[in-house]
């Protein structure tokens, strides 16, 4: 069953531009909701998370946008990087499951010079 | 150390034989997981140990699927009868604490190859 589901599968940014990748979730029981970065041959790492009891965390240049209603997340990239390229996986989780993570499929973003 | 380690990189291995994957948490970090990701997927849960016991192993997906973490440290993940459908990059993360803020920290991963 595909708890979290991650649009698009892959995405072509101009440096300086914008990158938006969205995520659906079904259980209404998820609490915590994560993305990861991941660079080939390196496990993913944290990029930014949100609770739900907010709709927009901003961290630098990285921001989650989160809607309750609708059941849904995203992440936007402001003036995207060659560096940016990677593959990104956003993920949900219930604190009561003891962090077991449900990921998406991922995007891979390129960011072109 | 610094990071969570795992070892070994890539291990290929003959279709029916046994493999060992050892993961070594980061020091003090009591939750520590394993998940599989395979080609051009997101990383599957397989299992939870909180200290020296599985606190959830419903993600193991057979029982040919084993994992032990018996000084609530170091991890090894067991497959026995190996087959080609096992072949994936096997993740270890660990957590100062289960729980959401605290995030995982994930190793870079095993790559398992079955020939």
């Known amino acids: 069953q595909q708890q979290v589901k991650q649009s698009p599968q892959s995405l072509i940014v101009q440096k300086g531009g914008i990158s938006i990748i969205n995520c659906a979730y079904e259980?209404?029981?998820?609490?915590?909701f994560p993305w990861y970065q991941q660079f080939p041959g390196k496990g993913p790492a944290l990029l930014i998370a949100?609770?739900?009891?907010?709709s927009e965390k901003k961290e630098g240049r990285f921001t989650i946008s989160f809607n309750k209603s609708a059941k849904q997340f995203s992440l936007h990239i402001m003036d995207s990087q060659p560096g940016d390229s990677a593959t990104y996986f956003c993920?949900?989780?219930?604190?009561?499951?003891?962090?077991?993570?449900?990921f998406g499929e991922g995007t891979q973003l390129t960011v072109n010079p | 150390g610094a990071g969570v380690s795992q070892t070994p990189s890539n291990k290929v291995t003959e279709k029916g034989k046994y493999v060992e994957l050892r993961c070594d948490p980061i020091?003090?970090?009591?939750?520590l997981y394993w998940y599989r990701q395979s080609l051009g997927q997101g990383p599957e849960f397989l299992i939870y140990?909180?200290?020296?016991?599985?606190?959830?192993d419903s993600g193991l997906p057979n029982d040919r699927f084993f994992a032990v973490r018996p000084e609530g440290s170091v991890s090894t993940l067991k497959i026995q009868r190996t087959e080609r459908g096992d072949s994936a990059v096997y993740l270890c993360?660990?957590?100062?604490?289960?729980?959401f803020g605290y995030g995982y920290t994930f190793g870079s991963g095993t790559r398992l190859t079955v020939v």
């Open positions: 993360a660990s957590s100062l604490n289960p729980g």
């Open positions: 020091s003090g970090h009591t939750a």
């Open positions: 993920a949900a989780n219930r604190e009561t499951s003891g962090s077991r993570l449900t």
């Open positions: 949100i609770r739900p009891d907010v």
């Open positions: 259980n209404t029981a998820f609490d915590y």
């Open positions: 140990f909180q200290g020296t016991g599985a606190a959830d």
